[in-house]
């Protein structure tokens, strides 16, 4: 479990935790967004009325602190009459105003009639409560202290000059989308690295770390040990069988199967070198032997299985074709290939969200239509037994993971290093289940077998 000693000037200090305890309260406030289930496009009225009580329901005082991502997130679950009604009715900050007319400028289908309201337009009432200066306002506009205006500053905060900009000011600099604010006085030295812009190998470091607070101790997606525990059900494993799991992530899925197997022989496979390595650091006592996987020109070493896992990363696979006839071709007879994986359901007519998930993929997604699979599983001289859609369950498995994370993040606190690698995570999953909730793709689980090939003499 992670604590707070010395992270980048916060120490351990009443200050010091006050700040941690807000940045905390906001992430909070993205997670609980993240969590909420998808709208239905087709709402009626009462249901279009419950869509927007996040924001309707707000105070004045809540709305005025809210953050520009909230704020838009929250629009992102409304519907465009939802929107309408919210805008007449509640009084904004005139910073939500104009981030209102910017959103609505950008996502024209959000606007009820078609038509974009005059730009910083509000009703007479809006207006003058507006104005009116809240209790959080008088507070951050307190007079200047006896002591010739000086403001007192957190202890261990950081010396000026030295480019360390706060945990709390990078958070809601971020909440706000609003630039990272520059630490010390009369700028930096352009050449120097600020601490606010982590180096991409501390954020490798922190990558396993994150991946395992959110989905649980070795894994790195949704569900814990419960889908690899599934598909060996599916195969029909049995205890003399050897496996490949060709997804192995932290180690999860194997050590799952190894306890639910213990005769079985499980071999883990990672196409990732990052992750291959930090399981390492992490279980150097694993049970199930490791190797890597070149997905451009993969191989067993001579290796065959009796069943061969994998989930949701062959549309990551540029050349699948060849994939598949890899995984065939080292099946032993009667063997089982399972797989899942995000498929296509119309990828010629991609909506601006279907852009958004996949340009901002760490790796480019390469989608195929179902009809697609079934060709090329045939192509591979592999039988399809049957098909399922997982899409459903799958935002029922992702929910409860960041719910958690908000519970762990009360008591935890994370040093900035680690609010990047999470932001990254939360940001990562956004654009998946936005994408998923506008039906565009959905995750399809594949379960072919190979032939047994008999010889004449046998059949004689």
């Not at 935790?17 to 709402?43: E, F, N, S, W």
């Not at 009084?91 to 910017?102: A, D, F, H, N």
């Not at 900035?416 to 995750?443: F, P, Q, Y």
Request: proline residues 7%; aromatic residues 6%; glycine residues 8%.
């Amino acid at each position: 479990m992670l604590t707070l000693l010395d992270w980048g000037g916060v120490r351990k200090t009443s200050a010091g935790l006050d700040r941690l305890r807000a940045y905390g309260t906001r992430l909070k406030l993205h997670l609980t967004l993240l969590c909420q289930p998808a709208i239905p496009r087709d709402v009626t009225a009462s249901e279009d009325r419950r869509t927007m009580t996040n924001l309707a329901s707000m105070s004045a005082r809540a709305l005025e602190e809210m953050g520009g991502r909230e704020f838009r997130m929250a629009l992102d679950l409304m519907t465009p009459e939802a929107i309408d009604r919210f805008r007449k009715m509640r009084k904004m900050p005139q910073r939500l105003v104009e981030s209102l007319e910017t959103y609505l400028a950008a996502h024209p289908e959000k606007i009820a009639g078609g038509r974009l309201p005059t730009p910083g337009r509000q009703s007479a009432h809006q207006v003058a409560t507006a104005r009116r200066p809240t209790k959080a306002a008088a507070r951050k506009t307190s007079p200047p202290s006896k002591t010739g205006g000086r403001q007192s500053v957190a202890k261990g905060a950081g010396k000026a000059g030295d480019g360390y900009v706060p945990l709390a000011d990078r958070f809601k600099a971020w909440w706000y989308g609003s630039p990272t604010p520059r630490g010390g006085r009369g700028g930096e030295d352009p050449g120097r690295v600020q601490r606010n812009e982590v180096p991409p190998e501390k954020l490798a470091g922190w990558r396993a770390c994150i991946l395992e607070r959110v989905w649980g101790k070795g894994f790195i997606m949704p569900g814990g040990d419960r889908p690899i525990l599934d598909m060996a059900r599916l195969s029909g494993l049995e205890p003399e069988h050897s496996v490949a799991d060709v997804t192995a992530g932290l180690g999860g899925p194997a050590r799952a199967l190894v306890h639910a197997y213990p005769q079985a022989t499980i071999h883990r496979y990672n196409t990732d070198r990052e992750l291959m390595d930090a399981a390492r650091a992490l279980y150097p006592d694993h049970p199930a032997q490791d190797f890597f996987l070149d997905a451009e020109t993969p191989s067993f070493s001579g290796r065959r299985y009796d069943r061969i896992f994998a989930r949701e990363s062959l549309c990551l696979v540029r050349g699948r074709d060849r994939m598949l006839q890899f995984f065939a071709e080292n099946l032993r007879g009667g063997g089982a290939l399972v797989f899942s994986d995000a498929i296509a359901r119309n990828p010629a007519h991609a909506s601006e969200v279907f852009a958004e998930w996949r340009d901002n993929e760490v790796q480019k997604p390469h989608l195929l239509t179902p009809e697609e699979h079934k060709d090329l599983l045939v192509d591979s001289r592999l039988e399809l037994t049957s098909t399922e859609n997982l899409t459903r369950g799958y935002r029922a498995m992702v929910e409860p993971a960041f719910r958690s994370l908000i519970e762990w993040l009360k008591t935890s606190p994370l040093p900035s290093d680690g609010v990047d690698a999470l932001m990254i995570e939360c940001e990562l999953w956004r654009r998946r289940l936005a994408v998923i909730d506008s039906g565009e793709i959905e995750i399809i689980r594949f379960h072919a077998t190979r032939r047994r090939v008999r010889m004449l003499s046998q059949q004689s």
